[in-house]
């Protein structure tokens, strides 16, 4: 019986096809060279830590385990999550800068989370700095933040169930728009992105 591929194994091949170094390949995604032996072996990797590797490799590995879900442990919930999450920011990565050129929109994304930054500062995913609208990961970046007082939460939905939400700092009166990163096509990415610059950049002013 041909024993089952785990994305770990799956990545070490990729590594091996391009004749990569793996004391380069070590420094390219930002850890030691024992670290990469112990990617190998996994069968589950951090998000952010995939995304560097698939850039590194020029391989879009969130695409594999979406058509492959067999390839990481889905034997908990928090894994099928993970998965879910990782189809998701796959998806979102592929298609919203192209979207958002086709738009005539800065597509510049910002994620991380900056050095320094307080641990319990609850960050979104992803960012449109331009325009301040934040991606969050399963759930509303709004969500975490419904009672704080400095905070004004408003939710708007578009006829076809689009649904985002505005948050206004009382004392800055600065707004951000949050949008729930889960997995969308294409099609529902562009409804999407239209209905907020249609809803609060209408004006031009962006």
Same mark, same amino acid.
């Given at each position: %019986?041909?024993?089952?591929?785990?994305?770990?194994?799956?990545?070490?091949?990729?590594?091996?096809?391009?004749? %990569?170094?793996?004391? =380069?390949? !070590?420094?390219?995604?930002?850890?030691?060279?024992?670290?990469?032996?112990?990617?190998f072996d996994k069968s589950s990797i951090h998000v952010d830590q995939l995304m560097r590797i698939s850039r590194v490799l020029k391989r879009n590995f969130f695409?594999?385990? !979406?058509?492959?879900? /067999?390839?990481?442990?889905?034997?908990?919930?928090? !894994?099928?999550?993970?998965?879910?999450?990782?189809? !998701?920011?796959?998806?979102? %990565?592929?298609v919203v800068p192209n979207l958002l050129y086709k738009m005539g929109k800065q597509p510049v994304i910002a994620f991380g989370r900056p050095l320094g930054m307080?641990? =319990?500062?609850?960050?979104?995913?992803?960012?449109?700095?331009?325009? @301040?609208?934040?991606?969050?990961?399963?759930?509303?970046? /709004?969500?975490?933040?419904? /009672?704080?007082?400095?905070?004004?939460?408003?939710?708007?939905?578009?006829?076809?169930?689009?649904?985002?939400? /505005? %948050?206004?700092?009382?004392?800055?009166?600065?707004?951000?728009?949050?949008?729930?990163? =889960?997995?969308?096509?294409?099609?529902? @990415?562009?409804?999407?992105?239209?209905?907020?610059?249609?809803?609060?950049?209408?004006?031009?002013?962006?």
């Open positions: %019986m041909k024993a089952k591929l785990s994305l770990g194994k799956l990545i070490e091949t990729e590594v091996r096809r391009q004749q %990569m170094h793996i004391s =380069d390949f !070590a420094d390219k995604i930002l850890c030691g060279r024992q670290n990469v032996y112990k990617i695409k594999e385990i !979406a058509e492959d879900p /067999s390839l990481i442990d889905i034997d908990s919930e928090e !894994a099928i999550q993970e998965m879910e999450n990782r189809r !998701a920011v796959s998806q979102f %990565m592929e307080e641990e =319990d500062v609850v960050l979104p995913d992803f960012m449109l700095t331009k325009y @301040w609208i934040t991606f969050t990961k399963g759930t509303f970046l /709004s969500e975490q933040y419904i /009672s704080n007082p400095l905070f004004e939460i408003k939710v708007y939905e578009s006829t076809t169930g689009i649904k985002v939400y /505005s %948050m206004t700092n009382i004392h800055k009166r600065t707004r951000t728009i949050d949008v729930k990163l =889960d997995y969308k096509t294409e099609e529902e @990415w562009e409804e999407t992105l239209r209905f907020i610059f249609d809803t609060f950049f209408s004006n031009g002013n962006d």
